[in-house]
């Protein structure tokens, strides 16, 4: 029941990182649903570095975070998870974070290649816990989560793993993703979704994380 679509806020771009834009291309990059205090992380509860955390691309945060609740929820403590062959399955695509780090002259640290590696992604929470399962990063642009949890179905189905961790992020640090996409007219100019309306124009950009636990039927419930 709330309306998370506003403004782009300053935390993810100014107006110095956005060039003149004539309309209705201006209007159609104003909007979007944004995750507020996505850079924040309690790194000293996964171990993380204050100086990896810095290069981390905060996709990579929310991962850990949201994917670690999930494994609790599923009653899935570090005892039970370490050396086990629980899987984990990452929907992601580029946030960005690369002209982020070049912005901040951290891109050529020691961390900032695994920091904003897409790849990288999927085995954070895997390291973090010992899990020994698979751990797959996909990237198919607006399918991407949906690809994972197939995965994830299917690591189960095959014998490959025992639980499956399916994770789906979503940033926007940079502005120019949603640009080419307003160029091409594919975003709302008033920020709204009207599906099957007279008044659609387009749709809006949005961030996120979402996660859960998959695991096998036991033989008496195949």
């Not at 929907?91 to 891109?107: E, M, N, P, Q």
């Not at 995965?151 to 399916?166: F, I, K, M, N, P």
Request: charged fraction near 20%.
């Amino acid at each position: 029941g709330v309306d998370v679509i506003g403004e782009v806020p300053v935390a993810r771009w100014g107006a110095d990182d956005v060039p003149e834009l004539e309309e209705p291309v201006a209007s159609r990059v104003r909007h979007g649903g944004f995750v507020r205090g996505a850079e924040l992380m309690d790194n000293m509860l996964f171990g993380v570095s204050a100086a990896e955390t810095a290069a981390m691309d905060p996709q990579q945060r929310l991962l850990l975070e949201y994917g670690y609740v999930a494994l609790h929820d599923a009653r899935l403590g570090r005892e039970a998870l370490e050396g086990s062959s629980t899987g984990v399955y990452v929907g992601i695509a580029d946030s960005g974070f690369v002209k982020v780090l070049g912005k901040t002259g951290r891109f050529t640290g020691v961390y900032s290649a695994t920091g904003s590696s897409l790849s990288v992604s999927c085995g954070r929470l895997s390291y973090l816990l010992g899990m020994q399962g698979p751990a797959v990063t996909y990237e198919t642009a607006c399918s991407a989560t949906l690809v994972a949890c197939h995965g994830g179905v299917r690591g189960l189905q095959l014998g490959e793993c025992t639980h499956s961790a399916v994770e789906g992020v979503m940033l926007i640090l940079s502005s120019d993703g949603t640009i080419s996409i307003a160029i091409a007219a594919m975003t709302s100019s008033r920020g709204r979704s009207h599906t099957f309306d007279e008044r659609a124009d387009g749709y809006a950009r949005a961030e996120g994380c979402g996660t859960l636990t998959l695991r096998g039927a036991s033989p008496s419930e195949a």
